[in-house]
């Protein structure tokens, strides 16, 4: 797997950056991930995609946008999360946007992930870019049965499957308790955002709140891309507020305080957060 010094500058979003330079200017690179070297039907496993670019420094923002899916014959898309990093070296800055799609392996043989698409919104319409397709083998899990055997006969199947469930009992337990931290933490935060609404810059303000819109979306369908999410239809009644982001993102006149309150109500009903009596 790949390994990178630039993870010691991770940024949290390019596009929250305010000076933005076209992407037909900056030297972008497009590079795919090796994969395990072992793959069997029915597991799990993560491709990722790393595109890089040089641009000078403060001016390396770009929106970079996954414009198809990792579907194939043999392999279904579960999931896909970003990752920005970025190094700044004298006058330029070195910037990464690290895309990592969660896959399952659903058949065995020769299986090809298709060439994935991106596109980075700019003044001259959408510039494209893609990946590698990339063909690896699915194998056929080991017979359960000879291993069964190796066990020591029922009682040690038995013993082992006591186990696993107390194991799997204490994971779900530990896993609620975390999603029980996350989703308070979440709406402290979202709370905490509403006293700013006076003080703060307005568009530094929503894209606050757009971060905070993200987090949510990932935690709930595990993929922080809201454009794509309303789109297919999983962000009903999101549009308008999906609209205010990118009015922040890409510029425009101040609003007001009473505009972003508006926008942290609406917000609040859409994300079922509310404030304690």
Request: charged share 25%.
């Amino acid at each position: 797997m790949m390994t990178d010094s630039l993870q010691n500058s991770m940024i949290a979003d390019s596009a929250a950056v305010d000076a933005v330079v076209e992407p037909v200017k900056m030297d972008l690179s497009v590079r795919t991930d090796s994969l395990p070297q072992t793959i069997l039907k029915g597991d799990t496993f993560e491709f990722k995609v790393d595109i890089s670019w040089q641009a000078p420094a403060g001016q390396s923002a770009v929106l970079i946008l996954p414009a198809s899916s990792a579907n194939a014959k043999g392999i279904t898309q579960l999931g896909v999360r970003e990752e920005h990093f970025r190094k700044v070296l004298g006058d330029k800055s070195v910037s990464h946007t690290r895309f990592i799609w969660t896959l399952s392996a659903d058949d065995t043989g020769t299986v090809s992930i298709p060439a994935l698409r991106f596109q980075i919104p700019s003044a001259n319409g959408p510039f494209e870019l893609e990946s590698e397709s990339v063909m690896f083998h699915i194998g056929e899990p080991a017979h359960l049965g000879a291993y069964a055997a190796l066990g020591g006969g029922i009682f040690v199947l038995l013993s082992v499957f006591v186990a696993l469930l107390w194991r799997r009992k204490n994971r779900l337990s530990a896993k609620a308790k975390q999603e029980k931290r996350d989703e308070d933490a979440l709406a402290e935060q979202f709370l905490l955002l509403k006293k700013r609404v006076a003080k703060a810059d307005s568009r530094m303000w929503l894209l606050d709140l757009e971060k905070i819109c993200k987090s949510w979306a990932m935690r709930r369908f595990g993929n922080d891309n809201l454009e794509d999410l309303a789109k297919n239809g999983l962000l009903d009644g999101w549009q308008p507020l999906l609209n205010e982001f990118a009015h922040a993102r890409y510029g425009g006149g101040e609003r007001d305080a009473f505009q972003n309150k508006e926008s942290w109500k609406t917000a609040s009903k859409l994300l079922n957060i509310q404030e304690d009596e």
